[in-house]
């Protein structure tokens, strides 16, 4: 999370603006890509349980798999909302550093 700030105060060149919006670019789309392999590997686990299922057991057990992924993507969403936030909070500036 610190490197979210490195980051953000070599791109901005000493604006307080400009850092603090950097700050929430990167954090947002840090976020985002984390959102998205994670999802697509939770994805691609609940389709190969319920292949593995399918050919266990084969009766209509692919209803509730659409279930599950809503709640598994749900609670991602929550778990990255909650990162995304915290990494916001910690790098955010609202005077300037003077060092």
């Not at 985002?32 to 593995?52: E, K």
């Not at 050919?55 to 692919?62: F, R, S």
């Not at 909070?89 to 060092?99: A, R, W």
């Amino acid at each position: 999370m610190l490197r979210i700030g490195i980051a953000a105060s070599k791109m901005s060149k000493g604006s307080l603006l400009s850092y603090n919006l950097y700050v929430i670019l990167i954090s947002c789309l840090f976020s985002l890509l984390m959102f998205l392999i994670s999802g697509f590997s939770i994805l691609l686990i609940i389709f190969l349980i319920s292949l593995v299922i399918h050919v266990l057991k084969p009766a209509d057990v692919h209803v509730g798999w659409v279930h599950m992924l809503k709640i598994c993507l749900i609670v991602l969403a929550v778990v990255v909302g909650i990162f995304n936030a915290v990494a916001i909070l910690k790098n955010i500036q609202f005077t300037k550093n003077k060092i």
